[in-house]
């Protein structure tokens, strides 16, 4: 069974810095993209960033508005994602969650499976 | 950035009932488009990708159409279980982006 579990959220102040967590199970995960998608109370899904599959060679992207702050990376040996995040902003307070992009023939592979999620909020 | 454009934001609707939501691109995307649902609480759940090929283990009452700039998700007869808010996402190029939202809810 697949299972994504993400970790680390909580509270943060404006200009401070958190790492997420997603221990991922159940899967072959250097086959997958794994990437992260936040909602902020209220509001719609926005997709934050991506971490391509060991034969992609673990490249990254990133939205602009995250871009140069936050960096997604990944542990292999872990089965883990990772979301460093840095000089936080108020509009950066969300539900993360981490999602596996599917192995699709495409190359442009949607999310599969989604974690629970973890809260972030940025406030002083 | 490819912008997407769901229509309605909102729905009203009744157990039983036919229900379209429209995707539109702000330039084409070929059929890379997704369709998930989310419900309260929850995280998203993919129904469809490439625009019309149903995920494994979604009921058929849902059904996808469209390519290039216009797509539709279809459920045939809704169900208890369907009042949620549907998303949208094109996976054609970065930056990734979702639509906005639907929401269904029970009339």
């Known amino acids: 069974e697949v299972q994504l579990v993400e970790s680390g959220g909580g509270l943060v102040q404006p200009g401070g810095s958190l790492t997420l967590s997603c221990a991922a199970s159940g899967f072959t995960f250097s086959d997958h993209y794994m990437d992260w998608v936040r909602q902020a109370p209220g509001k719609g899904l926005e997709w934050v960033g991506r971490t391509r599959n060991k034969a992609k060679s673990y490249t990254t992207e990133y939205a602009a508005a995250v871009k140069g702050r936050f960096t997604v990376s990944r542990d292999e040996s872990r089965n883990s994602l990772y979301l460093q995040m840095n000089s936080l902003k108020t509009e950066d307070t969300a539900v993360y969650y981490c999602a596996r992009a599917a192995v699709r023939g495409s190359g442009r592979p949607d999310f599969d499976y989604w974690g629970q999620g973890t809260r972030v909020t940025v406030s002083s | 950035d490819i912008q997407l454009t769901q229509s309605p934001s909102f729905l009203s609707a009744s157990v039983g009932d036919r229900v379209t939501i429209s995707c539109r691109a702000s330039?084409?995307?070929?059929?890379?488009l997704a369709w998930y649902h989310q419900k309260p609480g929850k995280a998203p759940k993919l129904l469809i990708y490439g625009a019309s090929t149903l995920e494994s283990g979604v009921p058929s009452r849902f059904s996808g159409s469209g390519s290039g700039t216009e797509f539709t998700l279809t459920i045939s007869s809704l169900q208890p279980e369907d009042f949620a808010t549907y998303y949208c996402?094109?996976?054609?190029?970065?930056?990734?982006?979702f639509g906005g939202g639907t929401k269904v809810e029970i009339k």
């Open positions: 996402q094109q996976v054609d190029s970065y930056p990734l982006t």
């Open positions: 330039q084409g995307i070929s059929n890379y």
